[in-house]
């Protein structure tokens, strides 16, 4: 096998509405028909998968999967970062907002078609008090929602959309500063994202 025959993949079991056993045997047989040779890992705990993909890269795989939410892809995300190791996603969270604005397919068959591509880019990433996002970092609301969203077990749209109403009356615009191109801006908030992708997920569009 050569050089960019070596696939990662790194799955969160508990990214969106749950884990299908079928999933792993998906991967195994699209690798097998790409005569890819593959390595499948399970994160355990909240920044595994960053110390999965640092791994992978170490262990010279070409390609790193990042097999869950918008949360996974942030952390594989970070364990690559200024290395030569390509990311892939196969969206599997609630949002999916990365992989949505550019353009992966949400079904797992699908979007595994994409393994006979070579085709990839370059992407920006931003930093906030020094932790890496790829896709979009919230203050305010959406940082407010998100947080009790990573707590609760009711994962999915739903689970989402009933977490929104619930907190939208009752959060407070706050006072922002912000320095961009030289000048000072002075706004009071409900939200204020900070983004390289078109929207937070679910197709809402920023």
């Known amino acids: ?50 110390e999965l993909a640092k791994k992978a890269s170490e262990l010279d795989f070409n390609k790193v999967f990042a097999v869950g939410g918008d949360g996974t892809v942030n952390e594989v995300a970070q364990g690559l970062v200024h290395t030569t190791t390509k990311m892939g996603i196969i969206p599997k969270g609630s949002g999916n907002g ?9 079904s797992v068959k699908k979007s595994l078609e994409l393994l ?3 085709k990839t880019i370059r992407m920006d990433t931003i930093r906030v008090n020094d932790k890496l996002s790829v896709n979009v970092s919230g203050i305010g609301f959406d940082g407010h929602v998100a947080g009790l969203f990573g707590k609760n077990r009711k994962r999915g749209l739903m689970g989402y959309v009933k977490l929104v109403a619930k907190e939208f009356f009752s959060f407070k ?34």
């Open 1 to 50: 096998m050569g050089e960019n025959s070596k696939v990662f993949f790194i799955i969160n079991k508990y990214s969106g509405t749950g884990f299908r056993p079928e999933l792993e045997g998906l991967i195994i047989s699209k690798c097998d028909d790409l005569n890819l040779e593959c390595s499948i890992e399970f994160t355990q705990d909240r920044g595994h998968a960053t």
């Open 98 to 106: 990365l992989a949505r604005h550019l353009r992966i397919p949400m």
């Open 116 to 118: 006979a591509s070579e």
């Open 173 to 206: 615009e706050f006072p922002v500063e912000l320095y961009a191109d030289g000048k000072l801006f002075q706004r009071h908030a409900f939200i204020l994202a900070i983004a390289n992708s078109s929207q937070f997920g679910n197709n809402a569009t920023i």
